[in-house]
């Protein structure tokens, strides 16, 4: 059974760096693309970044382009969000999700960390 957990989530304030962790079990996790998703209060989910099965072959929102760095350790079955000079915008749930490898379909959903910047 597939299992996607966040964690690291908490209260920051503005400017703070903070790095989110979502631990795989139950999947080939080096055979998925890993992305990073997160939603606001009263917003749709938005996507924020991606990392494919290959080091380095990354994509980033435009929001978050310079500031967030996705990376994955296949050795640990983790995939991380470092998340540097933040701002109140960036609060929200965010998420992690396995896709599938030759699709834009992610398969496979945790439940979420809460990120909250404070101004």
């Known amino acids: 059974q597939a299992q996607l957990v966040e964690s690291g989530g908490k209260l920051v304030q503005a400017g703070d760096s903070l790095r989110l962790s979502c631990a795989a079990s139950?999947?080939?996790?080096?055979?998925?693309?890993m992305g990073w998703f997160r939603q606001a209060p009263g917003k749709e989910r938005e996507f924020v970044a991606l990392i494919m099965w290959t080091p380095g072959n990354t994509d980033y929102a435009d929001s978050v382009k310079g500031r967030f760095t996705i990376s994955r350790d296949n050795a640990k079955n983790t995939v991380y969000l470092q998340m540097n000079s933040l701002k109140p915008e960036d609060t929200a749930v965010y998420f992690c999700?396995?896709?599938?490898?030759?699709?834009?379909?992610?398969?496979?959903w945790g439940q979420g960390t809460q990120v909250t910047v404070s101004s």
């Open positions: 999700a396995a896709r599938k490898r030759w699709s834009q379909e992610y398969m496979y």
């Open positions: 139950g999947i080939s996790f080096s055979y998925y693309p």
